[in-house]
């Protein structure tokens, strides 16, 4: 069983950053596609970024295209998620997310089946 653990949310203020990551408890991680997703009280949960298990190819919602940008090191078993120019509507419950995804389909959460608890980031304007 794979177990997500994020860590690296907080409270940033408008323009400011932050790196969120995922790690794991199993080397299986290394090869799994791993996933970004966010989440709002009231929504339901959105696609953010993704990165094939090599590292290889990547993936981005467009509200983040040019700000956030998903890393791994598979020598750590995990995957980072570098946030800047954070904006208010940032502001979410940020859940990594890892399974054997298909390339195309990377941004479509049921295809998961495995996910961290989740991180609080809020951005103040």
């Known amino acids: 069983q794979v177990q997500l653990v994020e860590s690296g949310g907080g409270l940033v203020q408008a323009g400011g950053s932050l790196r969120l990551s995922c790690s794991t408890n199993t080397r299986a991680m290394n090869r799994y596609d791993a996933g970004w997703f966010r989440q709002t009280p009231g929504n339901e949960r959105e696609f953010v970024a993704a990165?094939?298990?090599?590292?290889?190819?990547?993936a981005y919602a467009d509200s983040v295209k040019g700000r956030f940008t998903i890393s791994r090191d598979n020598a750590k078993s995990t995957v980072y998620l570098q946030m800047n120019s954070l904006k208010p509507e940032d502001t979410a419950v940020y859940y990594c997310a890892a399974d054997w995804v298909s390339q195309g389909y990377l941004r479509y959460a049921d295809l998961y089946g495995h996910w961290g608890q989740g991180t609080q980031v809020t951005v103040s304007s």
């Open positions: 990165i094939t298990w090599s590292g290889n190819d990547t």
